[in-house]
């Protein structure tokens, strides 16, 4: 089994693990390019709304919301119920329309446009305060931010990869996603962290899923603990049943 996570620096063994996991990731997936999808208040929006729930969703409440206002100012001065039931489709929206319209307010207040350009230019923690500053906005979505529209070596951590990383032994089963993104930080050099996190989401929907994870065709079982741990226990099951035979 892999050491524990809990010290402040990752062990040899860890880092190696790290190393085949991504190695192996880009094998099966390939080298996602850096490309920005999204302007950066855009991407910022998008992310506040894909809060618990599905791409799908967020991405049809996304499209309503750039239909039915012509700019951000237009969302921002939207009455709050008209606002809450044009992003429905993503769900909370009594919650995520105030923290959409507060998001726009600061951004505005401090500066003096809709425009999130300048983090371009902020090392990766100042632009992780400047946007965590935000109402509603946590590590998670400031990481997405400053990854997809700059290229920061930021990590965001959703489900999957919470998952993935458990599963593996690269995380402990009680990290939470802050401290998960800690330690893929510490492990992964800067460049991998664009197509290391893409390819552990597409991995974490395709093959290491929730509820029946495909672990017969999953290229990672020879680094992945909980495997492991599956194994040895059925061999040992299998071991005391032909004892009793």
């Excluded at 880092?15 to 390019?33: C, I, N, S």
């Excluded at 499209?63 to 206002?69: E, F, I, M, N, S």
């Excluded at 329309?97 to 350009?117: H, K, N, T, Y």
């Excluded at 919470?162 to 802050?178: C, E, N």
């Amino acid at each position: 089994m892999t050491p524990s996570t809990n010290s402040s620096e990752p062990t040899p063994e860890l880092r190696r693990k790290a190393e085949a996991v991504h190695a192996l990731l880009m094998q099966h997936y390939g080298y996602p390019d850096w490309r920005p999808d999204f302007d950066p208040m855009d991407e910022l929006v998008l992310t506040i709304l894909s809060a618990n729930t599905s791409d799908n969703n967020s991405g049809l409440a996304f499209q309503r919301l750039k239909a039915a206002y012509p700019d951000w100012q237009a969302v921002l001065d939207a009455p709050l119920e008209e606002l809450t039931e044009v992003i429905r489709p993503a769900g909370l929206g009594p919650t995520k329309a105030p923290r959409i319209q507060a998001a726009l307010r600061r951004v505005l207040q401090e500066r003096g446009a809709f425009d999130l350009s300048f983090l371009a230019d902020l090392p990766v923690e100042e632009g992780l305060r400047w946007l965590t500053q935000l109402d509603g906005v946590g590590h998670k979505t400031a990481s997405i931010v400053l990854l997809f529209c700059f290229d920061k070596p930021a990590f965001p951590v959703d489900t999957h990869i919470q998952r993935v990383s458990q599963r593996l032994g690269i995380a402990g089963p009680k990290d939470d996603p802050a401290k998960i993104k800690a330690i893929w930080e510490k492990l992964a050099r800067p460049e991998w962290f664009y197509p290391l996190h893409l390819n552990l989401i597409r991995h974490g929907r395709q093959v290491c899923t929730a509820r029946s994870p495909r672990c017969a065709d999953c290229f990672l079982r020879e680094h992945c603990d909980w495997y492991q741990g599956r194994a040895a226990a059925a061999a040992e099951e299998r071991s005391q049943g032909a004892a009793s035979a």
